[in-house]
């Protein structure tokens, strides 16, 4: 099993849905990123998570340490926001380990 | 132009064959990382470095050597290359281990082919 899986593996949705991605982990972390890869294959960073819940513009992120999980929310999907979606779970000594990914495809 | 910078971005090289990839960023970050992304497995941390002279290994280390001998670079070499190691190479950079500033920045990207 690995220690984080994604979920849904891909998504496809229409443009204005609210969209959710999840991520569980099974290990002991000090925080959680959630990343983006667009199809040209450069990644950017969204989140850098500890605990609560963070948002920029439609993007929202929030994590449970208790129950070792977290979700990406976009409201009002676009076109542009097809991409890949990494959740990245960092442990104490800057060990990093990656989810899958979730591929999301946004239809006009 | 500030930022972080990977060379070269596509390399194409024989089994045996030493290969370094070059990482470069300009704003003095103290921690600098290898990534490789494969199908099926996602990215994973080949080697990081703290700072300049300190170097540590990640999940997939064997074949591959790197160095700091200065904070804005950190290069990555396969002494020896097998095809297990064709690959897209990342390098990336933040500024604290663990804090508000601990976001990561990640360079474009370096897709290299053992044949």
């Known amino acids: 099993k690995n220690e984080v899986e994604q979920s849904p593996q891909n998504l496809t949705a229409q443009e204005g849905e609210f969209i959710t991605i999840n991520c569980s982990y099974s290990?002991?972390?000090?925080?959680l990123h959630w990343l983006q890869q667009h199809p040209g294959g450069g990644i950017v960073s969204l989140f850098m998570?500890?605990?609560g819940k963070k948002k920029h513009g439609r993007l929202i992120a929030t994590i449970n340490i208790q129950e070792k999980h977290s979700s990406l929310h976009i409201t009002a999907s676009h076109p542009r926001d097809s991409a890949v979606y990494i959740c990245?779970?960092?442990?104490?000594?800057?060990?990093?380990?990656f989810g899958a990914g979730t591929r999301l495809t946004v239809k006009p | 132009d500030a930022g972080i910078t990977q060379s070269p971005r596509y390399k194409i090289t024989e089994t045996g064959r030493q290969v370094t990839l070059m990482c470069h960023q300009t704003?003095?970050?103290?921690?600098m990382f290898w990534y490789r992304q494969d199908l099926g497995h996602g990215l994973r941390l080949i080697y990081y470095?703290?700072?300049?002279?300190?170097?540590d290994k990640g999940e997939v280390p064997d074949g591959y050597v790197v160095s700091r001998s200065k904070t804005e670079n950190f290069p990555l070499t396969l002494e020896s290359a097998t095809r297990s190691q064709t690959s897209v190479y990342f390098c990336?950079?933040?500024?604290?281990?663990?804090?508000?500033?601990?976001?990561?920045?990640f360079g474009e990207g370096s897709r290299l082919t053992v044949l």
């Open positions: 990336a950079s933040r500024q604290d281990s663990v804090s508000n500033t601990g976001e990561l920045f």
């Open positions: 290990v002991g972390i000090s925080a």
């Open positions: 998570l500890s605990s």
């Open positions: 990245a779970v960092e442990g104490y000594n800057n060990d990093m380990r």
């Open positions: 704003w003095s970050h103290s921690y």
């Open positions: 470095s703290a700072a300049a002279d300190i170097t």
